[in-house]
């Protein structure tokens, strides 16, 4: 419950500044002179872990490359690891498209944390349903689905999740609604309920199960931004004991052309079939690592 609360104490905390923006909201946010199109709610096509309400532009397409580390602390951490430095928890990379304004896709490949799974290749498609505009629609609204598959090999052992009876078995999908609003030029917010399915799972697990993920972004500079991220799952009492909700805090610099994050998170692993049901570290024990995004755009004709 206290990581519930705490994704509730983050958005009372932002709903106190909205008398702040409320006003300003319609003209002090970056607002196309035709369209009324407010835009940049979030300045990339990512938040931390998951997906943020933006997508890519027609012709634009996307190289991105993301690494995480060790615990920085924890048993796992401290010293003898440089605090993580000499530990890789996962590594994706990935290229991302835009189809129209409103319709991207994406295909990326990860390391794995091998908790469960290694050799990962996941693809999305997000559509923008909604454009929140001046003095009319007061929300954005997209809405993505995800799969991931694994190609690592099974294990022998039939009381593993990677034993993989059936080939099907290897597969997991998600399906997201992300909301999200605007108010005036430095602050957003979004909510992110969030499906997960997973064709294979341990006799204590659940193959399906739902998260709402709650975000802000706060900016500082017309370049720079801290943004926080938190997803709580919803499951039943047999739902592993050892999971816990993912956390993460981020500072992001934007330049020409490239999107660059820096952030700490206790997920290890990309993705909402991956950070959602296979988050188990604690930040209160040290258990959360370094990590970045390089996002670099290549315009079309």
Same mark, same amino acid.
């Given at each position: 419950m206290k990581q519930l609360f705490t994704l509730l104490a983050i958005l009372s905390l932002a709903q106190a500044t909205f008398s702040q923006y409320e006003d300003a909201a319609d003209s002090t946010a970056y607002v196309d002179e035709e369209s009324n199109v407010i835009s940049e709610t979030f300045s990339s096509t990512r938040i931390i872990n998951g997906h943020s309400i933006e997508t890519l532009n027609k012709g634009v397409l996307e190289f991105r490359v993301e690494h995480r580390f060790g615990d920085i602390g924890g048993a796992a951490g401290g010293a003898q690891t440089l605090f993580g430095l000499d530990n890789s928890a996962d590594i994706r990379i990935a290229f991302e498209y835009g189809i129209t304004n409103k319709l991207m896709i994406g295909l990326g490949r990860s390391k794995g944390t091998g908790a469960?799974?290694?050799?990962?290749?996941?693809?999305?498609?997000?559509?923008?349903?909604?454009?929140?505009?001046?003095?009319?629609?007061?929300?954005?609204?997209?809405?993505?689905? =995800?799969?991931?598959?694994?190609?690592?090999?099974?294990?022998?052992?039939?009381?593993?999740?990677?034993?993989?009876?059936?080939?099907?078995?290897?597969?997991?999908?998600?399906?997201?609604?992300?909301?999200?609003?605007?108010?005036?030029?430095? !602050?957003?917010?979004?909510?992110?309920?969030?499906?997960?399915?997973?064709?294979?799972?341990?006799?204590?697990?659940?193959?399906?199960?739902?998260?709402?993920?709650?975000?802000?972004?706060?900016?500082?500079?017309? =370049?720079?931004?801290?943004?926080?991220?938190?997803?709580?799952?919803?499951?039943?009492?047999?739902?592993?004991?050892?999971?816990?909700?993912? !956390?993460?805090?981020?500072?992001?610099?934007?330049?020409?052309?490239?999107?660059?994050?820096?952030?700490?998170?206790?997920?290890k692993g990309f993705g909402e079939t991956q950070f959602i049901p296979y988050t188990y570290e604690d930040w209160l024990k040290g258990q959360f690592r370094l990590g970045f995004c390089i996002g670099r755009k290549f315009q079309g004709e």
């Amino acid at each position: 419950m206290k990581q519930l609360f705490t994704l509730l104490a983050i958005l009372s905390l932002a709903q106190a500044t909205f008398s702040q923006y409320e006003d300003a909201a319609d003209s002090t946010a970056y607002v196309d002179e035709e369209s009324n199109v407010i835009s940049e709610t979030f300045s990339s096509t990512r938040i931390i872990n998951g997906h943020s309400i933006e997508t890519l532009n027609k012709g634009v397409l996307e190289f991105r490359v993301e690494h995480r580390f060790g615990d920085i602390g924890g048993a796992a951490g401290g010293a003898q690891t440089l605090f993580g430095l000499d530990n890789s928890a996962d590594i994706r990379i990935a290229f991302e498209y835009g189809i129209t304004n409103k319709l991207m896709i994406g295909l990326g490949r990860s390391k794995g944390t091998g908790a469960p799974y290694k050799s990962l290749i996941d693809g999305f498609a997000k559509y923008r349903v909604l454009e929140q505009t001046k003095g009319k629609v007061p929300l954005s609204l997209a809405m993505i689905g =995800t799969s991931s598959f694994t190609y690592m090999k099974a294990s022998e052992d039939i009381s593993q999740v990677s034993h993989f009876p059936e080939w099907q078995h290897r597969f997991a999908y998600s399906l997201q609604v992300n909301v999200a609003r605007k108010f005036g030029e430095r !602050l957003s917010l979004a909510l992110m309920p969030t499906m997960v399915h997973r064709n294979y799972v341990a006799a204590d697990d659940v193959n399906t199960m739902f998260a709402l993920g709650g975000a802000a972004r706060c900016g500082i500079t017309s =370049t720079t931004s801290i943004l926080v991220e938190y997803y709580h799952v919803f499951s039943n009492a047999s739902f592993r004991p050892t999971n816990t909700q993912s !956390l993460g805090v981020a500072f992001e610099w934007i330049t020409f052309g490239h999107n660059f994050t820096v952030h700490l998170t206790n997920s290890k692993g990309f993705g909402e079939t991956q950070f959602i049901p296979y988050t188990y570290e604690d930040w209160l024990k040290g258990q959360f690592r370094l990590g970045f995004c390089i996002g670099r755009k290549f315009q079309g004709e």
